[in-house]
């Protein structure tokens, strides 16, 4: 732990992709970029006062004012689960090239995690990529500058998985001993297209 009269100072602050996984048409609160800033010492108090970054990144995003209905910046505090709770500054419609949030967060000790996050349109245009890089943070006043702040990767305008065949089979007849537990009964195999989106399975009926 810091000493009492230690400074606070800025450890780190880093930039990742969390998902590039394909997305689809009309999907909200598609995850862009997860920003961590990291702060050691006491005092004094340091506080967040802009995102700026940019719908261009490594692979760029394709036609970003047709594709992206808004985006927008949140604050999750220290944990690094992506919820809605906190929002950073304004909502900014149909971005294109500059994205910028601006507002004014206070930052706790250790980790301070940002998220920017795009609203994709219902008629986005499908295999165009969307994508996003952090220009730099404001802190205290001071440009800050972000490692990776460009990384590799993005996501796909896509349509999801479809379903192509199904079929069931007894991998194993073989006996098995009283009391013995998890024996494999049944196999469920369950065959999808190779290309878009992943999709969640509900339910399973025997």
Same mark, same amino acid.
């Given at each position: ?11 780190s602050k ?7 996984v ?11 970029a997860?920003?961590l800033?990291?702060l ?7 506080? $967040? #006062?802009?995102?700026?970054? +940019?719908?261009?990144? /490594? =692979?760029?995003?394709?036609?970003? !004012?047709?594709? %992206?209905t ?19 500054g304004?909502?900014v ?43 730099? $943070? #404001?802190?205290?006043?001071? +440009?800050?500058?972000? /490692? =990776?702040?460009?990384p590799?990767? !993005?996501?796909? %305008? ?6 192509v ?25 369950v065959?999808?297209s ?7 399975m ?5």
């Open positions: 732990f810091p000493s009492h009269d230690s400074p606070r100072t800025i450890l880093t930039m990742i992709h969390p998902s590039t394909d997305v689809n048409t009309g999907t909200s609160n598609v995850q862009m997860r920003i800033v990291r050691g010492g006491c005092t004094p108090s340091y506080t $967040l #006062t802009a995102v700026n970054g +940019s719908t261009n990144g /490594t =692979n760029g995003t394709n036609n970003p !004012s047709t594709n %992206i808004d985006a927008r910046c949140y604050y999750t505090g220290s944990s690094a689960t992506f919820a809605t709770t906190t929002q950073f304004s909502t419609s149909a971005p294109s090239g500059t994205l910028n949030f601006t507002g004014s967060q206070a930052l706790t000790l250790d980790s301070n995690y940002f998220w920017v996050v795009y609203n994709v349109s219902g008629s986005a245009n499908l295999n165009d990529t969307l994508d996003y890089s952090v220009t730099d $943070l #404001t802190i205290n006043g001071n +440009s800050e500058s972000v /490692t =990776n702040n460009n590799a990767g !993005s996501r796909m %305008i896509s349509n999801p998985m479809t379903y065949s199904s079929s069931v089979s007894m991998p194993v007849t073989s006996t098995v001993s009283k009391g013995s537990t998890n024996n494999s009964v049944i196999r469920v195999a065959n999808m190779a290309s878009g989106y992943p999709i969640n509900d339910s399973l009926y025997f």
